[in-house]
């Protein structure tokens, strides 16, 4: 049904939103739970920052982890000092990236879900001698669940979706970096509306899923389409 290339690209794309979906996870809770539970006066200012990508063109995010990745660039130079090169161009600049791009997309679902828990479910397993680890692992985390799973799909989608800063980070590197939104602009710029048309089918029918699978997991969301 699809042409090596298409599939390459699903593969691809498939893998980068994968471990971009894991690590945006591990790295949202505690950000999430920091956000929901403070009361530092810097806590707007922090909500602010991690919710710039949501505005910023992709582009801009791009050009930034560019030059701060490059040779040049403070990341750049460390991971060079460590023996491993530049980021720009690779996979898993693709997942730095992707990381920056889609985390407000993951922490807001979280920090909504923990900003929700009855307080006094936490509180009544502190006066039974519940650890604030125990509390947060045994009560927090089963009551966001709903939380995580719209968080990661949207993270996953919107990874999926992302096209200006790949384009920055990753070019155009045949099974290294083209994933189905470069190659889909590959296609219309050859001219090849034919593949185009696939791929573009296969995006608008991921798209329709993700957005049947939020509304399963998270029925509230309805109220903000």
């Not at 582009?59 to 023996?83: C, D, H, K, N, R």
């Not at 828990?117 to 947060?136: K, Q």
């Amino acid at each position: 049904m699809f042409s090596d290339a298409n599939l390459t690209a699903i593969l691809l794309t498939a893998k980068l939103a994968s471990i971009v979906t894991i690590l945006l996870l591990l790295i949202s809770t505690p950000i999430a739970w920091w956000l929901a539970r403070t009361r530092c006066r810097a806590k707007v200012a922090i909500e602010a920052l991690v919710a710039m990508p949501i505005v910023l063109p992709p582009s801009v995010i791009g050009f930034y982890l560019l030059v701060a990745m490059g040779p040049e660039g403070p990341v750049g130079q460390l991971t060079q000092a460590l023996g491993l090169g530049t980021l720009p161009f690779t996979f898993s600049g693709l997942v730095i990236a992707s990381i920056f791009y889609s985390l407000p997309f993951v922490v807001q679902p979280i920090q909504l879900a923990f900003e929700n828990i009855n307080e006094h479910y936490l509180e009544a397993a502190a006066t039974l001698g519940a650890s604030p680890l125990d509390r947060f692992f045994t009560i927090a985390l089963p009551l966001a669940i709903p939380g995580f799973l719209t968080g990661g799909i949207l993270g996953f989608a919107h990874t999926v979706g992302e096209f200006g800063v790949v384009l920055m980070i990753g070019g155009n590197i045949p099974d290294v970096t083209r994933v189905v939104s470069v190659q889909i602009y590959d296609y219309v710029e050859a001219l090849e509306y034919g593949q185009a048309w696939e791929l573009s089918a296969i995006m608008i029918a991921f798209s329709f899923v993700t957005l049947l699978l939020l509304y399963l997991f998270n029925p509230n969301k309805r109220k903000l389409a």
